[in-house]
């Protein structure tokens, strides 16, 4: 058990600095290498977990239930990412390609190191920092295509999640503080401690940081009002840094304020913490929906219905019905799936048309006939459709907003979850299914790259898998990680 989690901390670390120093074709290689192992190690830990409910080493790395639920689909998307970005990312010629290539394949892996990281350490403290290195390094790899584009958003995303993450910062202060009153100066920010003396902190203290949490790590998530960054820097990024971006990083985040609402429900009870997430669900589900209808561009898109799915979370955690937050878990998992499938389907149409304009593109599925249907499929996957994996999440979280007696909740969810509907794929599946008229820039039918098919084709399958019959060790750590969220 400590080799795994210290393989998984160290494996990415050591690939980055492999893919800076050696060829573009060893960085591609490494980098599709560490991911894959890091997504077995990952369900390694999921029988080790169940069994002893928690795997730690020392004060500094810890692995329980809620964490592992999040780590599963970042360690997937780390290497369904690596395995597309092999046939997407392009070596232009000379030897500024080829360092392009290097400190991108770097980039990405001391990202998902961080990410991986902020799901591994143990205390908010350590949270916090793991968090803020994701935001220095996702910055970087949004703005390394060098545009003036790309440059204002990943400066307008830095500014805006730096921001955010020091009012996470003083809402862990105030955490800090309230654990100090009842287990003393040298108490540490350690779940365990701070769980364990919860019940005892300064109530309006906990209330006062629980809705510092949400608005600051609110901002990396893309909770309204503070999302406005989101859709510039998942437009403007590299396909596979989009699809971490969505995937991974909203969810992490996502995960830190978890970690605050289980100490804030052990202190207050569940109405409060759940009462903020609700207003915080409602409004950030209702601008994505209203958005999603107007978009034209298909990674602006994408980014708006990833906020419209973290308003689905926020909401899911709202009800106090077991099922709901059952819902919620199984959400992370299937949205990651669903978005890098969107993603990396994305990026074949735009390596196709040369265009990111839903309007320029015609007869996607006549000319790629592997990532067209794909693509269309993983569209459905987002908008809830069955067999896949977020139409059960999404079944579950109404279910559970009704058994909760939430009646106008779970309406209201289930008309902007209609809305968004058509606006995700009004466009998206007009562009692909009409036929080709004149296709503007590539004629010739055939896929970009095999990876990018086999990319696309196993987030796929993992929706499928997880709507139709989830794994069995997979619904038990859901199981036991629900558990941990309903205490009361």
């Known amino acids: 058990m400590d080799k795994v989690m210290i393989a998984m901390a160290a494996l990415p670390l050591v690939a980055s600095l492999i893919s800076w120093f050696a060829s573009a074709r060893i960085a591609k290689t490494v980098s599709i290498g560490t991911g894959s192992i890091s997504f077995l190690l990952a369900i390694v830990l ?36 690596s395995i597309f970005s092999a046939g997407y990312i392009r070596v232009p010629t000379g030897s500024s390609g080829v360092r392009y290539i290097k400190h ?41 295509d060098d545009t003036e584009r790309a440059t204002e958003a990943a400066w307008k995303y830095l500014l805006l999640a730096s921001l955010g993450l020091g009012i996470g910062l003083l809402a862990t202060i105030f955490i800090y503080y309230s654990a100090a009153t009842v287990l003393g100066q040298s108490h540490g920010l350690s779940f365990s401690n701070l769980l364990a003396g919860s019940s005892e902190f300064p109530h309006q203290v906990v209330r006062l940081a629980f809705v510092l949490a949400v608005v600051g790590y609110g901002t990396k998530v893309g909770f309204f009002p503070v999302h406005t960054w989101l859709p510039d820097a998942h437009s403007e990024a590299p ?11 909203l969810s992490v985040s996502f995960y830190a304020i978890l970690r605050f609402f289980q100490i804030t429900e052990r202190s207050v ?21 209203l958005y ?22 926020a909401i899911g955690m709202s009800f106090s019905a077991p099922i709901a937050v059952f819902g919620v878990l199984l959400h992370v998992i299937a949205h990651a799936f669903a978005k890098g499938g969107a993603f990396f389907g994305a990026g074949s ?7 990111k304009d839903l309007a320029k593109i015609t007869g996607g599925i006549g000319l790629l006939p592997a990532t067209g249907p794909m693509f269309v499929l993983a569209i459905l996957a987002l908008s809830a459709m069955p067999p ?24 209201t969810l289930v008309v902007l979850i ?47 898998i997880l709507g139709i019959h989830p794994p069995g060790q997979l619904v038990t750590l859901l199981n036991h990680a629900a558990n941990e969220l309903e205490v009361l």
């Open 46 to 81: 999921i029988p080790i977990v169940i069994k002893d409910g928690s795997a730690s080493i020392g004060s500094f790395f810890f692995v329980d239930p809620l964490s592992l639920v999040f780590l599963i689909p970042t360690a997937f998307l780390y290497s369904a990412t």
């Open 104 to 144: 991108f394949q770097a980039g990405l892996n001391l990202f998902c190191w961080a990410m991986i990281m902020a799901l591994i350490v143990n205390g908010l403290a350590l949270l916090w920092v793991a968090i803020e290195i994701t935001t220095v390094i996702s910055a970087l790899l949004v703005a390394i």
């Open 239 to 249: 396909t596979p840094v989009s699809a971490l971006l969505s995937g991974s990083l």
């Open 269 to 289: 009870g569940k109405a409060f913490p759940q009462n903020v997430l609700l207003i915080f669900g409602l409004a950030t589900l209702l601008i994505a929906a």
């Open 292 to 313: 999603l209808i107007s978009q034209r561009d298909v990674k602006r898109l994408l980014a708006y219905s990833s906020i419209e799915h973290m308003g689905i979370l």
């Open 349 to 355: 149409l735009l390596r196709k048309f040369q265009t």
């Open 388 to 411: 896949f994996g977020i139409f059960r999440s999404e079944f579950l979280i109404v279910m559970g907003g009704l058994q909760s007696h939430n009646d106008v909740a779970a309406a």
């Open 418 to 464: 209609t809305l968004a509907f058509f606006g995700l794929t009004y466009y998206v599946t007009q562009t692909m299914l009409t036929p080709a008229a004149e296709p503007i820039h590539s004629p010739v039918v055939g896929e970009p790259s095999f990876y990018i098919v086999a990319a696309m084709g196993l987030c796929l399958v993992g929706l499928v």
